[in-house]
Protein backbone atom coordinates (compact mmCIF):
# COMPACT_ATOMS: atom_id res chain seq x y z
CA UNK A 1 0.00 0.00 0.00
CA UNK A 2 0.99 3.55 -0.50
CA UNK A 3 0.14 6.46 0.65
CA UNK A 4 0.52 10.46 -0.92
CA UNK A 5 -0.07 12.88 0.74
CA UNK A 6 -0.45 16.59 -0.98
CA UNK A 7 -0.05 20.13 0.84
CA UNK A 8 0.42 24.07 -0.87
CA UNK A 9 -2.32 24.21 -2.10
CA UNK A 10 -4.59 27.73 -2.00
CA UNK A 11 -5.39 30.53 -2.80
CA UNK A 12 -3.02 32.80 -5.27
CA UNK A 13 -3.92 35.78 -7.46
CA UNK A 14 -3.19 35.91 -11.08
CA UNK A 15 0.47 35.87 -12.40
CA UNK A 16 1.24 34.13 -8.67
CA UNK A 17 3.01 30.99 -8.45
CA UNK A 18 2.43 28.11 -5.69
CA UNK A 19 4.59 25.07 -4.80
CA UNK A 20 2.48 21.14 -4.01
CA UNK A 21 4.54 19.01 -2.37
CA UNK A 22 3.38 15.18 -2.76
CA UNK A 23 5.02 13.03 0.45
CA UNK A 24 4.48 9.37 -0.24
CA UNK A 25 4.45 6.93 1.75
CA UNK A 26 4.25 2.90 2.25
CA UNK A 27 5.55 0.14 0.05
CA UNK A 28 6.80 3.25 -2.86
CA UNK A 29 8.59 2.19 -6.15
CA UNK A 30 11.46 4.49 -4.97
CA UNK A 31 12.19 1.97 -2.69
CA UNK A 32 13.46 -0.05 -5.47
CA UNK A 33 14.35 2.22 -7.87
CA UNK A 34 11.21 2.45 -10.44
CA UNK A 35 8.19 4.15 -11.00
CA UNK A 36 6.87 7.19 -11.61
CA UNK A 37 5.45 9.89 -10.15
CA UNK A 38 2.99 12.65 -10.97
CA UNK A 39 0.67 15.16 -11.14
CA UNK A 40 -3.01 15.96 -12.40
CA UNK A 41 -5.80 18.16 -11.73
CA UNK A 42 -9.65 18.39 -12.12
CA UNK A 43 -11.61 21.39 -12.54
CA UNK A 44 -15.51 21.39 -12.02
CA UNK A 45 -17.31 19.74 -14.64
CA UNK A 46 -14.20 18.70 -16.69
CA UNK A 47 -12.16 15.36 -16.54
CA UNK A 48 -9.23 14.34 -14.44
CA UNK A 49 -6.30 16.12 -16.85
CA UNK A 50 -2.75 14.62 -16.82
CA UNK A 51 0.08 17.36 -16.03
CA UNK A 52 3.44 16.19 -15.04
CA UNK A 53 5.48 12.86 -14.85
CA UNK A 54 9.12 11.99 -13.44
CA UNK A 55 10.62 9.28 -13.21
CA UNK A 56 11.89 8.45 -9.59
CA UNK A 57 15.30 6.70 -10.76
CA UNK A 58 16.78 8.94 -13.57
CA UNK A 59 14.42 12.18 -12.63
CA UNK A 60 13.66 12.40 -16.09
CA UNK A 61 10.58 14.69 -16.44
CA UNK A 62 7.52 15.31 -18.78
CA UNK A 63 4.80 17.43 -19.68
CA UNK A 64 1.07 17.88 -20.80
CA UNK A 65 1.57 20.82 -23.86
CA UNK A 66 -1.07 23.07 -21.80
CA UNK A 67 1.32 23.51 -19.01
CA UNK A 68 5.14 22.93 -19.86
CA UNK A 69 6.56 26.46 -20.09
CA UNK A 70 4.70 27.45 -16.57
CA UNK A 71 5.11 23.94 -14.31
CA UNK A 72 8.06 22.68 -13.22
CA UNK A 73 8.08 18.66 -12.12
CA UNK A 74 10.97 17.66 -9.44
CA UNK A 75 11.61 14.79 -6.81
CA UNK A 76 13.55 14.25 -4.21
CA UNK A 77 14.43 10.63 -3.38
CA UNK A 78 15.37 10.87 0.35
CA UNK A 79 12.52 12.63 1.54
CA UNK A 80 9.75 10.57 -0.88
CA UNK A 81 8.40 13.75 -2.42
CA UNK A 82 7.54 15.27 -5.29
CA UNK A 83 6.86 19.29 -6.03
CA UNK A 84 5.04 20.79 -8.63
CA UNK A 85 6.39 24.60 -8.87
CA UNK A 86 3.16 26.10 -10.88
CA UNK A 87 4.04 29.86 -12.28
CA UNK A 88 2.60 32.38 -13.92
CA UNK A 89 -1.09 31.09 -13.04
CA UNK A 90 -4.25 31.69 -14.44
CA UNK A 91 -8.30 31.46 -13.51
CA UNK A 92 -8.32 28.66 -15.70
CA UNK A 93 -5.68 26.89 -13.65
CA UNK A 94 -8.39 26.82 -10.77
CA UNK A 95 -8.63 23.16 -10.11
CA UNK A 96 -7.74 20.28 -7.61
CA UNK A 97 -4.36 19.31 -7.82
CA UNK A 98 -3.97 15.33 -7.48
CA UNK A 99 -0.76 13.46 -6.61
CA UNK A 100 -0.65 10.33 -8.79
CA UNK A 101 1.92 7.57 -8.56
CA UNK A 102 2.62 3.79 -10.75
CA UNK A 103 4.74 1.38 -10.40
CA UNK A 104 5.69 0.47 -13.92
CA UNK A 105 3.57 2.04 -16.29
CA UNK A 106 4.51 5.80 -17.36
CA UNK A 107 2.31 8.20 -16.26
CA UNK A 108 0.01 10.00 -19.03
CA UNK A 109 -3.60 9.31 -18.14
CA UNK A 110 -5.76 8.48 -15.01
CA UNK A 111 -5.89 4.60 -16.63
CA UNK A 112 -2.32 3.81 -14.92
CA UNK A 113 -2.40 5.30 -11.91
CA UNK A 114 -1.54 3.24 -9.30
CA UNK A 115 -2.56 5.02 -6.38
CA UNK A 116 -4.11 8.59 -6.21
CA UNK A 117 -3.30 11.36 -3.49
CA UNK A 118 -6.04 13.06 -1.39
CA UNK A 119 -6.21 16.46 -3.66
CA UNK A 120 -5.64 19.94 -2.94
CA UNK A 121 -7.33 22.79 -4.00
CA UNK A 122 -6.05 25.70 -5.73
CA UNK A 123 -7.34 28.90 -6.94
CA UNK A 124 -6.65 31.76 -9.26
CA UNK A 125 -9.66 33.93 -9.13
CA UNK A 126 -10.22 35.67 -12.15
Known amino acids: QVQLVESGGGLVQAGGSLRLSCAAS???????????MGWFRQAPGKEREFLAG????????YYANSVKSRFTISRDNAKNTVYLQMNSLKPEDTAVYYC????????????????WGQGTQVTVPS
Open 100 to 115: ASSFSRRLTSSAVVDY
Open 26 to 36: GRTASSYGMGY
Open 54 to 61: ITWSGGSA
